[in-house]
């Protein structure tokens, strides 16, 4: 999987930074990406980029102020308009349908492909097989949540030595075998594949949060994540302000990260008051706390 950045920035767009919006590319499972928030602007941020909107599958919505979901309409009547009739399923709080069939209908607007609108609350979303999607209450000034993706654990290595040892030839079925399946050999013995894989490996863990001050749901969502996304609107010197307004600094959210056992810390959600020269500051205050940090830019790509 890889997470890119189309938005960075808290509240407005700057000329550095567009408003809050990121893509994960569900690469390595399946041909399609998700979108997290839809910030206006967002479609041409995907114009810009190697992304293609009909590809999108669903569209998570972390809270409904408008930095995070004005963008939400013309992006759907542009993949309409694109010709596409995949299903699309929106992820959000309560208020999101009201507020998409509004503008649709306001507009004139018509979709080319089924729409699925979900008001989500907290607890397990969905689980496909492949990844699971659990919804986290977060501490706001309006309904906030944040998404915990986590992957299936992945089958175990083939065990190549314990093979040779029991003579089972190399041959077309050695893939069947790497994903614990039972074949024939030609000389008629039967081998199941699990009996020679390793231990499973676990899956990858991604925590995405919304706007929130410090709260105890947060080190839940974020928990032993190898990669966690989030918000540091403002630098410590302004933690009253930060909290006063549901949101975070950069200390606050490094401890997070410190204090949860994640892996990685990416932060995004940079107020406008910052400028491209203000990031190393904001940077080394989380690095104080966490070292393994690093302050998304837009379009930045990281590997999951």
């Known amino acids: 999987m890889e997470l890119t950045f189309l938005g960075t920035s808290a509240g407005v767009p700057t000329k550095e930074r567009n408003v809050t919006s990121m893509l994960l590319n569900l690469t390595g499972i399946r ?7 839809c910030g206006e602007g967002t479609q041409h941020r995907i114009l810009n980029s190697v992304f293609k909107a009909p590809r999108i599958e669903k569209i998570f919505i972390t809270h409904l102020h408008g930095d995070h979901i004005f963008g939400l309409p013309g992006l759907l009547c542009s ?14 709080p309560k208020g999101l349908k009201q507020y998409v069939e509004t503008v649709l209908t306001l507009s004139a607007s018509y979709l080319t492909y ?4 979900i008001e989500i609350e907290a607890g397990q979303l969905f689980d496909d097989g492949q990844l699971i999607v659990t919804v986290y209450p977060l501490d706001h000034r309006v309904e906030c949540y944040g998404y915990r993706i986590e992957e299936h654990p992945k089958l175990g290595s083939l065990d190549t030595e314990k093979l040779a040892k029991d003579n089972i030839p190399r041959g077309p079925w050695m893939q069947a075998l790497k994903e614990g399946e039972t074949i024939t050999l030609d000389d008629g013995r039967t081998v199941n594949g699990i009996d020679y894989l390793g231990e499973p490996r676990a899956g990858k863990v991604i925590a995405i949060f919304g706007d929130t001050e410090p709260t105890e749901q947060a080190r839940l969502l974020a928990q032993n994540a190898d990669v966690m996304v989030h918000e540091t609107t403002l630098e410590n010197a302004f933690h009253e302000k930060a909290n006063e307004r549901g949101h975070s600094t950069t200390g606050q959210a490094a401890q997070l990260a410190r204090d949860a056992g994640v892996k990685r810390f990416i932060a995004t959600h940079i107020s406008g008051r910052y400028s491209a020269e203000d990031v ?16 998304a830019a837009d379009y930045l790509t990281i590997k999951i």
């Open 31 to 37: 041909k399609t990406y998700w979108l997290f928030d």
């Open 79 to 92: 993949r309409s308009m694109g010709g596409s009739t995949d299903l699309l399923t929106l992820y959000g």
């Open 114 to 117: 089924p729409l699925e609108i």
């Open 280 to 295: 190393p500051m904001l940077l080394a205050e989380c690095q104080a706390i966490f070292p393994n940090t690093e302050i």
